[in-house]
């Protein structure tokens, strides 16, 4: 059946880059701040997708995952929510895929979402941050990028 005109359908936005030059992360670590850049969803979509691009030098993947968290810039106007640490995570965002036994390689490249992001104002404003649960050390030079999406009537 083809989706017909006014059915429901996902849209998406520009994607942009939410890292710069960024640090290693080691396994068990967060990123670290000078690896943000910090986003503003001035589409006010509900939702976004990933993908993070990554490599590491040696190894082999042997625990779970890249989890993806995020901070909230002014909340309140001017006030940011904490930085994250291990008494605050922020908000939990998913987990990218990865698979025990994966073996060194330039890049992989993996896909998250679309996810429900936490919204309390228009053009809410962001701080994406990956922790590292893989068991090796990312190598510098990851990246995250984000696509906003919607949902509304095909035209």
């Known amino acids: ?18 890292t710069s030059s960024s640090a290693a992360v080691s396994s068990g670590a967060y990123s670290v701040v000078g690896s943000i850049v910090e986003w503003v969803n001035d589409d006010d979509t509900p939702e976004a997708s990933f993908v ?7 190894g082999t993947i042997n625990t ?6 995020c901070r909230l810039k002014d ?5 940011d ?4 640490t291990a008494n605050w995570i922020g908000h939990f965002l998913g987990n990218f895929p990865t ?8 890049n992989y490249s993996i896909e998250l979402g679309p996810v429900e992001l936490p ?3 228009t053009s809410n404003k962001y ?3 990956v922790l590292n649960s893989c068991g090796v050390t990312m190598s510098a030079g990851w990246s995250l990028k984000v696509t906003p999406v919607s949902v509304g009537p095909k035209p």
């Not at 993070?52 to 040696?58: N, V």
């Not at 779970?64 to 968290?69: C, D, K, R, S």
């Not at 909340?75 to 006030?79: A, F, K, L, Q, R």
């Open 1 to 18: 059946m083809a989706i017909g005109t006014n059915d429901l359908i996902r849209k998406f936005g520009t994607q942009d880059t939410v």
């Open 52 to 58: 993070l691009t990554w490599q590491y030098p040696s």
């Open 64 to 69: 779970g995952g890249i989890q993806l968290f």
């Open 75 to 79: 909340i309140d106007g001017t006030g």
């Open 81 to 84: 929510e904490p930085s994250l």
């Open 99 to 106: 698979g025990t036994g994966m073996s060194a390689t330039t």
């Open 119 to 121: 919204v309390s104002y």
């Open 127 to 129: 701080e994406f941050y």
